[in-house]
């Protein structure tokens, strides 16, 4: 009966499991993950699309509503993958958890998948509910839904990798929090959600184009909308490469168990 | 006397399993081979090599800083190996790691628990973490045999000490390993529940799971383990059967009552190391193994000693362990 060792291995079975416990590890504490994001871009949605957003106008033919709803959910959705990944795997190094996972045959392919696809699953449900909720503020035409699924998808492969490698990183909280404030918050708000890149002046419109959220933004909203300042091709080929680059550092992280393997 | 000498190489190359019978170690459950390992330029594991036979219960042994858990940690996967091989029912915990530690289960010396998770659910995932799919039967078998039937569907940050620690004695088993790993598994839990451990995990042994732990508690390590390592400085100073280690190298104490007491120790009996207490009414002798306690008696009734009354101490792998850790540290 004991260490038979005859149970039949389902090479695969540990990816599912660890899929299904980091979706029920964020969904568990659904009012912090799924809710608060969705007040928070449901504020904006008041504030940009039944307040202010009746006053301005930024592009020609839509509302500021209607321009400012695909930046809103573009930054549920990146915000989100972001921290699954950075929570999950940081509060498991910095509690000790992640060596009950490291002494079992999830092979590191596996474990990346299963950390990218449920913050994917999480940035991409807050993005369908943000969606959802500013239909009651503006209609969206849709130009290409699936180039704008496409962008968000990407956008959220992009964030869960860097999550990843923010929490293989981070030492602290502090230094975890410093991602999302000093590096995300900033790269959204310059990257274009409020505002067409094309009416800032020139050094600033050319400095734009160096920020890397500004094409996930951009592509998204171009994909939305049928306006944007940059082609589909380029958006997509930016945010694609990016998201790659990071993928190939975080593989190669835990691949190797960096900071994850003493 | 260098320490080098109390390593024994060779092995009788068969052993007895739980229920008496012999069994052969054609295929280990465990290789070590010049196993290394540093941090920060430090050298904490300093090329150890054993083996343990399948079925074995096999104690390392050792003070804080030995080496004990990085060994461990590079068994199980959780350290990288620094330099050489280690191997599990014949496969290399490197390029087989899959293998290997799906025939492994471990219990880690910190507690680690997920708090997001009850009993029952944190067990099932971790089945399936091993690639098993879960045994409703199996699992509450475990539960039923760790007493953690109370609690099953309580978050696990409201559960006591020893119940997280029985928690992760179950949760290692739910994928059947053949050898089970316990790093100081009793360390800050109570006597009652320390026999309690430990009668389970004889009773695993004798159906068939090798088990390698570490304890601090000498005494359990004497009665539970077959072969017993003894690690110091990264080194292994002692690998041997725990009777033969405790026979060869344990002493006993003579303990002579005196009728007058004496103001000095008495000539001749420096080999034995004695020892004036009780105001020169009681004295201590060594007695080493191998030396007759009736030659020594004879000796002191030459002395003109009046002895009133007898008592001799055996010591145990305490002393072994006291005695050999001791003596690495004088010669390092």
Not at chain 1, 153 to 176: K, P, W
Not at chain 1, 197 to 211: E, G, K, M
């Given at each position: 009966m004991m260490g038979s060792g005859l149970d039949r291995f389902y090479p695969w079975l540990p990816f599912w499991t660890l899929l299904r416990k980091e979706i029920r590890r964020f969904w568990r504490v659904a009012t912090q993950t799924i809710l608060t994001p969705i007040v928070t871009a449901s504020l904006y949605l008041f504030v940009f699309g039944a307040t202010l957003g009746t006053r301005l106008s930024v592009i020609e033919g839509f509302s500021y509503a209607q321009f400012v709803i695909p930046g809103l959910i573009i930054m549920g959705v990146i915000n989100n993958s972001f921290a699954n990944t950075s929570s999950s795997l940081f509060m498991s190094r910095y509690l000790g958890g992640i060596v009950e996972l490291l002494v079992t045959p999830v092979t590191p392919t596996q474990f990346i998948m299963a950390y990218t696809l449920a913050a994917m699953i999480r940035g991409l449900l807050v993005g369908t509910i943000v969606w959802l909720i500013s239909t009651l503020f503006a209609g969206?035409?849709?130009?290409?839904?699936?180039?704008?699924?496409?962008?968000?998808?990407?956008?959220?492969?992009?964030?869960?990798?860097?999550?990843?490698?923010?929490?293989?990183?981070?030492?602290?909280?502090?230094?975890?929090?410093?991602?999302?404030?000093?590096?995300?918050?900033?790269?959204?708000?310059?990257?274009?959600?409020?505002?067409?890149?094309?009416?800032?002046?020139?050094?600033?419109?050319?400095?734009?184009?160096?920020?890397?959220?500004?094409?996930?933004?951009?592509?998204?909203?171009?994909?939305?909308?049928?306006?944007?300042?940059?082609?589909?091709?380029?958006?997509?080929?930016v945010s694609a490469t990016l998201a790659a680059t990071l993928f190939v550092w975080a593989a190669w992280m835990i691949g190797k168990g960096y900071r994850l393997r003493s | 006397m260098s320490s080098v000498l109390f390593v024994k190489s060779g092995r009788s190359p068969l052993l007895r399993d739980g229920w008496g019978r012999l069994y052969s170690r054609a295929m280990d459950a465990l290789t070590i081979d010049n196993l290394h390992k540093s941090y920060d330029g430090k050298e904490v594991v300093k090329g150890i090599s054993f083996s343990i036979g399948q079925g074995e219960i096999f104690g390392l042994l050792g003070p804080n800083g030995a080496g004990k858990s990085t060994t461990i940690n590079m068994i199980v996967g959780v350290a990288k190996l620094g330099a050489g091989q280690i191997s599990a029912f014949g496969y290399d915990n490197q390029r087989d790691y899959r293998k290997t530690r799906q025939m492994l289960g471990v219990v880690h010396q910190e507690i680690v628990i997920d708090n997001f998770f009850t009993i029952d659910q944190a067990m099932k995932l971790h089945s399936g973490y091993y690639g098993v799919k879960d045994d409703p039967a199996w699992r509450a078998m475990l539960i039923q045999r760790l007493g953690l039937e109370p609690y099953l569907d309580k978050v696990m940050l409201k559960l006591s000490g020893g119940l997280k620690?029985?928690?992760?004695?179950?949760?290692?088993?739910?994928?059947?390993?053949?050898?089970?790993?316990?790093?100081?598994?009793?360390?800050?839990?109570?006597?009652?529940?320390?026999?309690?451990?430990?009668?389970?995990?004889?009773?695993?042994?004798?159906?068939?799971?090798?088990?390698?732990?570490?304890?601090?508690?000498?005494?359990?390590?004497?009665?539970?383990?077959?072969r017993i390592a003894i690690m110091n400085h990264g080194e292994l100073i002692a690998l041997e059967e725990t009777q033969e280690l405790v026979r060869r190298l344990s002493s006993r104490q003579l303990r002579l009552w005196l009728e007058q007491p004496l103001a000095e120790l008495p000539a001749g009996l420096d080999f034995y190391a004695p020892k004036l207490e009780e105001e020169g009414r009681l004295l201590l002798l060594n007695l080493p193994a191998g030396v007759r306690a009736g030659d020594l008696l004879a000796q002191i009734c030459g002395l003109e000693i009046k002895i009133s009354d007898i008592e001799t101490e055996q010591s145990g792998l305490e002393e072994v362990f006291i005695q050999l850790t001791g003596m690495q540290g004088m010669s390092a």
């Open positions: 969206l035409p849709w130009a290409s839904p699936l180039f704008a699924i496409l962008m968000a998808m990407t956008a959220s492969f992009l964030f869960a990798q860097f999550g990843l490698i923010a929490a293989i990183y981070a030492n602290n909280f502090d230094t975890l929090s410093m991602f999302s404030n000093f590096v995300i918050l900033p790269l959204i708000y310059l990257g274009g959600v409020f505002y067409p890149v094309s009416i800032l002046p020139a050094p600033w419109r050319a400095l734009s184009y160096f920020n890397p959220l500004f094409y996930l933004i951009d592509g998204f909203r171009h994909a939305i909308i049928g306006v944007g300042d940059t082609s589909y091709l380029v958006a997509f080929g | 620690r029985r928690f992760m004695i179950a949760k290692a088993l739910i994928h059947r390993p053949k050898l089970l790993i316990l790093d100081e598994p009793t360390a800050g839990v109570d006597v009652e529940l320390r026999h309690g451990l430990w009668d389970f995990v004889r009773e695993i042994n004798r159906q068939g799971t090798t088990i390698l732990l570490t304890t601090h508690y000498l005494e359990e390590a004497e009665q539970m383990c077959d």
